[in-house]
């Protein structure tokens, strides 16, 4: 294909059919690039729309996004909602600014600036990318751990005042443990279809007992959007239909509340974190061919524009993603 | 291609400012969620949300316009990346949304029983 080939004679930018002909005034690769864009932009448009979708289907059980994303590093048991994930956003949009700094560096032929600002680009996106891991290792964990109905809601457990309680600060320690099985303690193939949660149900509810002052919160928001405290005799009795201890998220169920929240929360991030990724490599290797200076003998540096692009568009899609999952 | 590759150093860090600005406005609303805001609504959204999707769309007109450099592109390119995008995904959530928006009616009215 005449367009792909590179030569020394910077034939980069031409199509097949001579050089003066360039549809819609792009040249063949950035033109692809703009509609691969197109194609992606629709893929995570569809992701958004679906958890949109589940939201709108479960709007008056729906966790609070300030309650869950409340960690920030080094500084423990202090409720941050929102700072963290607003420093993430920061480093993302920095790490554009200097990838189009080296776009503008390239039209100039300045190779050591392009290269300079391709670096910076990247360290940002490894630290973008850092960052997402530790927000999941936060959200894996958990904090409070709460409680799973037989009807398949959840319930989370509060003083008095309102303040979440964590199950470790009630739960009893009752004699009859059981461990979970795994495989190298049984005949094979046979193990827990879950890991065991550190308390039990009776655990939790011998807890409840012991600590009058406990009470149960629901999934249920109230008209001023913040979830519904129980009265004593109604959390004793929801307690009672209480099967399962959740700590922390996974993709069956999660201690925020409805399950296709964590469901989501996974997907969509994990694969804009994927993206992050892949387009961090691909800046390496562009970075590589500034370096070894591929692109100062072509004359250009559309390449660099490319990747540009490409990760431009990695910020953009961050842009909705803040809004939707932590904003609104 | 006939750009003018003149420097467009200042411009990058004056976008950079917008999308700061805008960043953080938008978390200081996020973080105190004014009343009057959050509970007014004004076509099926309240006037906080709409404020948020409104900024999100303004920081995103920033990036493909000046950051991916749309703006110098010819206005057939631009109309042919932008309208669809535009007009699938709004087409998409009228539809998304509608449907959503059915369902929860209809576990809330109904006697099926989902949560409890």
Redesign the interface.
């Given at each position: 294909m005449g367009a792909t080939v590179t030569t020394a004679n910077n034939d980069e930018k031409t199509w097949g059919g001579g050089g003066d002909i360039q549809p819609l005034g792009a040249s063949y690769g950035k033109m692809m690039m703009w509609f691969f864009i197109v194609s992606d932009a629709l893929t995570f448009s569809g992701f958004l729309a679906a958890y949109g979708f589940s939201r709108f289907k479960f709007i008056e059980t729906w966790p609070l996004a300030d309650e869950v994303f409340t960690h920030f590093p080094f500084m423990h048991g202090v409720s941050a909602p929102m700072y963290y994930v607003a420093l993430m956003t920061f480093i993302l949009i920095f790490s554009s600014v200097t990838m189009v700094l080296a776009v503008d560096a390239g039209h100039q032929l300045k190779k050591t600036k392009v290269a300079v600002y391709m670096f910076l680009t990247i360290i940002g996106g490894f630290i973008f990318v850092g960052s997402q891991a530790w927000e999941w290792k936060n959200f894996i964990k958990g904090e409070y751990g709460a409680v799973e109905t037989a009807g398949g809601s959840l319930l989370q457990f509060v003083d008095a005042s309102g303040k979440r309680v964590a199950l470790a600060d009630f739960a009893v320690k009752l004699p009859e443990q059981r461990e979970a099985l795994t495989r190298s303690h049984s005949t094979w193939f046979v193990e827990d279809a879950e890991t065991q949660p550190t308390f039990t149900v009776a655990e939790v509810q011998a807890g409840f007992k012991a600590h009058p002052e406990l009470l149960i919160r629901t999934e249920q928001l109230t008209a001023k959007k913040k979830k519904t405290v129980l009265t004593r005799a109604e959390s004793e009795s929801r307690l009672g239909t209480a099967k399962y201890v959740v700590e922390g998220a996974n993709l069956t169920r999660n201690e925020y509340g409805s399950k296709l929240f964590a469901d989501f929360f996974f997907f969509i991030t994990g694969f804009h974190g994927f993206h992050v990724f892949s387009g961090v490599i691909i800046n390496i290797i562009i970075f590589f061919n500034v370096l070894l200076g591929t692109y100062e003998k072509r004359r250009s540096y559309e390449m660099v524009e490319k990747v540009g692009l490409y990760w431009h568009f990695v910020d953009l899609v961050w842009v909705f993603v803040f809004t939707v999952f932590y904003l609104v | 291609?006939s750009?003018e590759?003149v420097?467009?150093?200042k411009r990058?860090?004056l976008v950079?400012g917008y999308?700061?600005v805008i960043?953080?406005v938008?978390?200081i609303?996020?973080?105190i969620k004014p009343e009057s805001l959050?509970?007014t609504h004004f076509i099926g959204l309240n006037l906080l949300?709409w404020i948020?999707?409104i900024l999100?769309l303004v920081?995103?007109y920033f990036?493909?316009w000046?950051?991916?450099?749309m703006e110098g592109?010819?206005s057939?390119?631009r109309w042919?990346?932008v309208s669809?995008?535009i007009f699938?995904?709004l087409y998409?959530?009228f539809i998304?949304?509608t449907?959503?928006?059915y369902?929860?009616g209809v576990?809330?009215d109904s006697t099926i029983?989902?949560?409890?």
């Open positions: - | 291609m750009h590759h420097s467009n150093t990058i860090w950079f999308l700061s960043t953080t938008e978390v609303l996020g973080i959050e509970f949300n948020f999707y999100t920081k995103a990036i493909v000046a950051f991916m450099h592109e010819k057939s390119l042919s990346v669809p995008v699938l995904v998409l959530l998304l949304l449907e959503g928006h369902i929860y576990f809330k029983k989902w949560n409890f």
